[in-house]
């Protein structure tokens, strides 16, 4: 199994951590892909330690600067991804993880479906499955 | 399942009223009722900035027939207004519905429609939003939980079910666990500290739990702050 965790800020330890934590599997592979707007990984990893506190082996790619939802996918599929996991940086006042615009481009998108998890830090998309480009 | 909120341009009976002279801050839809020859039935809750009367938003909305306009006893400029009124005036109601997506909560303020609601999954919640922008132009999606229950639809009228539609299962689990363990009563059962020990969470999260179930408790009965 392969999955995508995106990050949007260094700031997603808890992410990680219930991610790896309770979502994969050891000896998956793991995509961390970082937005454009964060710029280093290394302390997130370090204090997560993805390899030997989980067993997971893990990459890290980027999104190129003005990226477009549509890349995301793209690289979801080169990658062939199971699940693609979003941090929950924000919930709104009746507790419902806040969607921003990204997130929103992800669920609508046409060409990615699967099954939809919300857990205490991560939006998961699993089961994934691509429809062809049109 | 899933418990999506989302915002949506106002329109309907929301447009409407924020269109005529008495200045509407907010208003919601507490029930809806078919009716034959593709009119509906609908109970609102709107506030006013001022005064207003029956004759007047009767005057500005002559495709809408008011058959009942009373005043709030507490609440000032908030009025409950009973219409009958064509179909398309609901339009996000019905098109959630024929759907077979649940509504919870439908608010207007700010020429914008918030709107609560439960689908199935995430194909049905891409359905759903793909139809309703195709109806109104643009979404924005806001939050999302995922639910066991389904919760109650609109028009519930006992606030335990309309509660349930709005709020997350983890904060009726604080408020249940708090009113429980007489943390309301005076004097006081159990403090803070002894609440967050059995739910095991941290004290400062257990405070922000209950002041959103409060202030959604608040929303509830008072309607929407301005």
């Known amino acids: ?25 050891p000896d998956e592979m793991i995509y961390f892909l970082r937005l454009p707007t964060v710029r280093c990984l290394g302390p997130l990893i370090q204090e ?87 | 399942m899933l418990r999506i909120e989302f915002q949506i341009r106002s329109a309907g009976i929301a447009a409407k009223l924020f269109a005529i002279d008495d200045q509407v801050v907010s208003m919601e839809i507490d029930n809806a009722l078919p009716v034959t020859g593709g009119s509906v039935f609908l109970s609102l809750t709107v506030r006013f900035d001022d005064d207003t009367s029956e004759e007047s938003i009767s005057s500005q909305l002559p495709d809408v027939r008011i058959v009942d306009m009373s005043e709030a006893e507490v609440n000032p400029h908030t009025y409950y207004i009973s219409i009958l009124t064509d179909l398309s005036d609901a339009s996000v109601l019905s098109l959630l519905t024929e759907n077979r997506a649940i509504p919870h909560r439908i608010v207007g303020q700010d020429s914008r429609l918030d709107v609560a609601a439960s689908v199935r999954d995430w194909n049905h919640l891409k359905e759903v939003a793909g139809t309703i922008e195709d109806e109104h132009g643009s979404l924005e999606l806001v939050g999302t939980t995922q639910t066991e229950s389904v919760g109650f639809p609109l028009g519930g009228n006992k606030i335990k079910q309309s509660m349930s539609g709005k709020l997350s299962d983890g904060q009726l689990e604080v408020l249940e666990t708090a009113y429980r363990m007489g943390y309301f009563k005076v004097p006081q059962e159990v403090t803070a500290e002894e609440i967050a020990d059995e739910l095991d969470v941290s004290r400062s999260t257990l405070s922000v739990r209950l002041r959103r179930v409060e202030h959604n408790l608040c929303a509830l009965l008072f309607g929407p702050q301005e």
């Open chain 1, 48 to 134: 997560t330690n993805p390899m030997i506190e989980y067993g997971v082996e893990y990459r890290i790619d980027c999104l190129p600067d003005g990226y477009d939802v549509s890349e995301l996918v793209e690289f979801a599929v080169e990658v062939g991804a199971d699940r693609i996991c979003i941090g929950i940086s924000d919930r709104t006042m009746s507790g419902k993880a806040r969607i921003d615009d990204l997130t929103e481009s992800i669920l609508l998108h046409d060409r990615i479906s699967g099954d939809f998890v919300v857990g205490d830090h991560a939006i998961v998309l699993e089961e994934l499955e691509y429809a062809s480009e049109c």
């Open chain 1, 1 to 25: 199994m392969t999955t995508i965790i995106l990050i949007k800020s260094v700031d997603q330890a808890p992410t990680v951590r219930e991610v790896l934590g309770s979502v994969v599997d």
